[in-house]
């Protein structure tokens, strides 16, 4: 009966006959996979027999602790849709892959995954498993057509009907999906090498060390978003000055104290461009009466 080899020895035999896997930094696999730091990607398997009905949402991101993301891609803060999508826009038929679009394929590591965005998600799995291979493809894309006038007719309605959100203290950002990507993610976990377990029936050679599988590939489905900034910590968009002149002459009588804060607003403001109505301001609103 012959001698059991250690797992140092099967390594080094390994390696004169596997040839090592390439382990990228984390520019050089986001480059691979076609990926971008500062592109949000989300689970979203609600939308998988329609993907382009995301185009359109809004999404907003509330405070953690009293404080803001630096970007909408920030960990540890809540996201979530708004309850009404921006009405009646037009997709882009042009922007529209025909077929699936091959990106790369790339060995992850733990300390890859914990430094792409894109990968962070696997994270969690590496108490399981030790690497992973992953295979990415672009299955499907696709814009809103920006160009047309029913992206700045529905973006200005939506503005008009969700106030209270612009208002909101308490969310930090608010954006409209203008684009998307379908990325379908083909991965295989692996293990090191033990030479007191079982092998798998599958290995490769991750920095001079064999990692073995028994697992089948899964698919992972996310979806990669361009956003149009509604609102930011530091920016909000409003109604155009032709806007607001053609919502006012819908006003046909003026009650008070909407014309006393009108006139106190005339004599002791030095401007009449305001943002959206505070929550003070809300609560004369029912004085109006509006022309039907």
């Known amino acids: 009966m012959g001698r059991k080899h250690t797992t140092k020895e099967l390594n080094n035999n390994a390696n004169t006959y596997v040839a090592k ?4 930094s984390a520019i050089e696999a986001q480059k691979k996979l076609g990926v971008g730091t500062y592109t ?13 009905s995301l185009l359109g949402r809004v999404i907003l991101i509330r405070k953690n602790n009293g404080e803001c993301p630096d970007g909408i891609t920030g960990s ?18 042009k922007s529209k892959i025909k077929t699936p679009l091959k990106r790369g394929s790339i060995v992850v590591t733990k300390e890859l995954a914990a430094s792409v965005s894109f990968l962070s998600y696997l994270s ?5 498993s030790d690497s992973f291979s992953v295979m990415l493809y672009d299955n499907l894309t696709g814009l809103v057509n920006v160009h047309s006038p029913t992206w700045q007719a529905g973006l200005n309605n939506w503005i008009q009907t969700n106030a209270y959100l612009l208002q909101d203290p308490d969310i930090c950002y608010l954006y409209a999906i203008v684009g998307i990507v379908q990325k ?18 599958y290995g490769i ?10 697992n089948d590939f899964s698919l992972d489905i996310r979806y990669g978003l361009t956003p149009v900034i509604i609102k930011s910590p530091t920016y909000k968009l409003e109604l155009t000055k032709q806007e607001l002149v053609k919502n006012m002459a819908l006003v046909t009588e003026m009650k ?20 959206m109505p505070n929550e003070d301001e809300l609560r004369v609103f029912s004085n109006i009466k509006l022309a039907r």
């Open 76 to 93: 540890g803060f809540i996201s979530d849709y708004a309850p009404i999508p921006i009405m009646g826009i037009e997709i882009d038929e």
């Open 40 to 52: 949000a990607y989300i689970e979203a398997d609600a939308f998988h027999g329609n993907p382009y």
């Open 124 to 128: 969690g799995e590496f108490s399981k």
């Open 205 to 214: 050679n991750v920095n001079g060390e064999i990692h073995t599988s028994n």
């Open 184 to 201: 379908h993610v083909i991965r295989k976990s692996y293990r090191k090498l033990d030479a007191k377990i079982k092998g798998g029936a």
């Open 21 to 24: 896997e390439t382990v990228y």
């Open 256 to 275: 008070e104290p909407l014309r006393s804060m009108i006139d106190y607003s005339k004599q002791y403001k030095k401007s009449l461009n305001y943002s």
